[in-house]
């Protein structure tokens, strides 16, 4: 492989992977509210391939720091590029808790999961940190003003995932300490998608850049990720005199959850009057859904609205549209990488044979 198409391996391609853990997610969902068997395997199947996925390109993206040294730096140079990478620790959230779903916890499991847990938090945290610092210290192209940015802020809230079942699993400091973490985690994600974001949505008003048209998509998944956040919370009442009232939550997640649906909704117009064509940005419609769909069901088993429910069949039918929608473009994509990279060849093999 040339380095000129190894370079287009950056970290946007986790996209697939989290986007594939969405989906997954929705069919977990869908077996909870449907228990037929069929769904559970479709989940399954999706969550493994989404972790299979994963793998292979973070394999490909460390080979590239490898063979391309003068390279290494790339991501710290571009906004967009150190955002995505972000997006390791969650698909390391999200991915561990859909293990723990299909297979269960064991005390081997659960402290490896734990490990897990605690790595990536401070992984997010550190992107977070080192995204912040970019931003006050680097000549920006207003190019990298766009929603992708707001993805570390929203790593570091996606804890929530992995660290509920660790919860039900631990008791004591083990469990207080997740708690605390997340309640954390909450604090910084939603703060920082309220500076981070306002400049995300600057940048995009004012340069419209088509490619990454499809980030607009990310503000979906924020109020619905805290959402679950404040269920997940008022569930696990860890530490002493911490308490959320589940009348509270509720009240407050249908504000939020209304936002959401405005938020849905435009970027639903933007889909199919700006359709992106050719990119990878295509992926980041998938996790945001799937964070919607969540965080509509938690809703429906709270408030039993029975509307609720057909919005939830709703957004899982757009996120498989969607995801086919993406694999459809990866491929678009990947046929330009290949034609370019083979004409290439055939350049410098004319050049040299003259």
């Known amino acids: ?73 790339s991501h710290w140079n571009n906004l967009t590029r150190l955002s995505f990478t972000a997006l390791i620790p969650i698909v390391g959230f999200v991915g561990n808790y859909q293990l723990i779903y299909f297979f269960g916890l064991s005390p081997a499991t659960a402290a490896l999961s734990a490990v897990n847990y605690y790595a990536n938090y401070i992984l997010a945290l550190a992107l977070g940190v080192v995204l912040g610092y970019r931003l006050y210290t680097k000549e920006i192209n207003p190019r990298e003003m766009n929603y992708a940015i707001v993805i570390p802020p929203l790593a570091i809230g996606t804890s929530v995932f992995l660290a509920a079942p660790l919860m039900s699993f631990y008791s004591g400091i083990e469990s207080q300490t997740m708690y605390f973490l997340v309640l954390m985690g909450l604090g910084i994600f939603f703060f920082l998608f309220i500076f981070i974001g306002s400049l995300a949505l600057a940048g995009h008003v004012s340069t419209k850049v088509h490619e990454t048209l499809p ?50 909704l435009v970027v639903v117009i933007l889909i199919f009057t ?77 050049h040299g044979s003259e």
């Open 1 to 73: 492989m040339r380095k000129s198409t190894l370079n287009l391996f950056g970290s946007e391609w986790f996209g697939i992977s989290i986007s594939t853990l969405a989906l997954a997610q929705v069919y977990i969902l869908v077996f909870a509210e449907y228990p037929n068997i069929v769904f559970k395997y479709i989940a399954e199947s999706l969550s493994i391939l989404g972790i299979s996925i994963f793998l292979v390109i973070f394999a490909i993206w460390i080979y590239r720091g490898f063979a391309m040294k003068d390279r290494v730096f």
């Open 215 to 264: 980030t607009t998509m990310l503000p979906v998944g924020i109020s619905s990720l805290i959402i679950i956040n404040l269920f997940s919370i008022a569930g696990f009442g860890q530490i002493d005199h911490l308490i959320l009232a589940a009348s509270s939550v509720e009240f407050v997640s249908v504000l939020l959850w209304g936002f959401e649906v405005w938020n849905f």
């Open 274 to 350: 700006h359709p992106a064509k050719g990119t990878l940005g295509v992926w980041a419609y998938g996790f945001p859904l799937g964070l919607f769909a969540t965080s509509t069901i938690k809703l429906l088993a709270f408030t039993k609205f029975p509307a609720l429910l057909w919005i939830f069949v709703a957004i899982a039918v757009i996120l498989n549209i969607l995801w086919v929608y993406a694999w459809i473009n990866t491929g678009i994509f990947m046929k330009k990488m290949f034609k370019k990279e083979k004409s290439e060849k055939y350049a410098i093999s004319g």
